[in-house]
């Protein structure tokens, strides 16, 4: 007999991308910046390790709150830190579902959030996505409107595209929460024009970001949401009581504010993604024009395994991913996400993919 709820049981859990401890990789697999975090980061963790660590850090976060809520043009109040985007995630599930809530979120995606409905005992249903990754609103405006929940994320991965603001509110429940998940929200070539607050239902809506990527700190686990006050202090009381520590929160508090270099990594990021698209789709690779810090990529005349694979006995990391249970032209989909690196590691990816393909 297993200890277990029966739910837990059931599922198989999240299975993370691989992190090879051993150095010589060039890993290209997870999404993480290839460029160091502000100088003013390292500044204050200096700081920040001193004899403070032996008190508990402030439970409110309020410099950050402070700083992340100024970039967002809203008072301090909307934002909720948390330990990653993940942590944000997960306490608005444990918020809002109960078993048997429906919650919705697009496929192919981020196949966390099935995960986390699965743990709270919710129904979760897909919202599949058309072969150009595009939305089919006719299909979906049912299952929207007898949702508690809606989980988007956009830049959608493994994706990369972008969808409007205009499109992705007409996925907000007329009597639910709608989480716009925007991990990637500062790759886009432009800045998405509107603000999801001020759509129809706009009280309803979390945005979740992490600092993970665009601010190189997916070592220190820190991101934030940002909601109507209303939902921010029912959220709070699900938090832990000190979920996120005094590194990461000096950290994260100057990583925000030092704009100006998260920016230039981001440009430099655009341009080197810009230079893999061109290199990808002359060696015979369709690519989906991304918006974020990644690429996918699939190829037509070679399998997308076979690829991985010896990229993968060159030391090259990059993310194989298939999608068993969607069909296009009567194959299952599967293909590359490949993170964009540094010039110099795209280089290398570039010349071992001519040689394999």
């Known amino acids: 007999m297993s200890l277990f709820r029966e739910n837990i049981d059931r599922i198989g859990g999240y299975v993370p991308g691989e992190q090879p401890q051993e150095g010589g990789w060039v890993k290209l697999n997870t999404n993480e910046n290839p460029y160091p975090a502000s100088p003013r980061v390292f500044e204050a963790i200096r700081e920040a390790a001193s004899e403070r660590l032996k008190l508990y850090p402030d439970p409110l976060s309020t410099r950050f709150r402070q700083i992340a809520g100024e970039l967002f043009g809203v008072d301090a109040d909307w934002v909720l830190p948390a330990n990653g985007s993940d942590e944000n995630l997960t306490i608005i599930l444990r918020s809002f579902i109960d078993s048997g809530d429906l919650v919705l979120s697009p496929y192919p995606s981020y ?8 743990i709270q005992d919710g129904r979760h249903q897909r919202l599949q996505l058309n072969a150009d990754w ?11 409107d007898e949702s508690k ?11 990369g595209n972008q969808w409007r603001i205009e499109e992705v509110a007409a996925l907000i429940p007329p009597r639910g929460i709608f989480v716009l998940d925007e991990a990637y929200g500062d790759f886009p070539d432009e800045p998405h024009s509107g603000s999801i ?14 600092l993970s990527k665009s601010y190189s700190l997916a070592g220190i686990r820190m991101g934030f949401a940002v909601a109507h006050p209303d939902l921010i202090t ?9 979920n996120c520590d005094t590194l990461a929160l000096a950290a994260a508090t100057a990583a925000l504010e030092d704009q100006q270099w998260m920016q230039d990594n981001a440009a430099r990021i655009r341009a080197t993604r810009a230079n893999l698209v061109a290199t990808l789709i002359e060696l015979g690779f369709e690519v989906v024009p991304s918006q974020a810090n ?43 996400r490949i993170t964009i690196g540094t010039d110099e590691q795209i280089e290398v990816l570039s010349a071992a993919l001519r040689e394999i393909v």
């Not at 129809?200 to 945005?207: A, C, M, Q």
């Not at 029912?234 to 000190?242: F, I, N, Q, T």
Request: aromatic share 12%; net charge neutral; glycine share 4%.
């Open 149 to 159: 929940l809606v989980l988007v994320p956009n830049p959608n991965s493994p994706s």
């Open 111 to 118: 196949i966390l959030y099935e995960t986390l409905v699965d």
């Open 134 to 144: 595009s939305w089919d609103f006719d299909a979906c405006q049912e299952q929207v």
């Open 234 to 242: 029912g959220m709070r009381k699900v938090k832990d009581s000190y």
């Open 294 to 336: 990644f690429v996918w990529a699939t190829h037509s005349q070679r399998e997308h395994r076979e690829i991985f694979e010896a990229l993968k006995a060159r030391k090259i990391l990059v993310r194989y991913m298939t999608y068993p249970d969607v069909a296009y032209q009567s194959e299952p989909r599967t293909g590359l």
């Open 197 to 210: 607050f001020s759509q129809p239902g706009g009280e309803r809506v979390i945005v979740t970001r992490s």
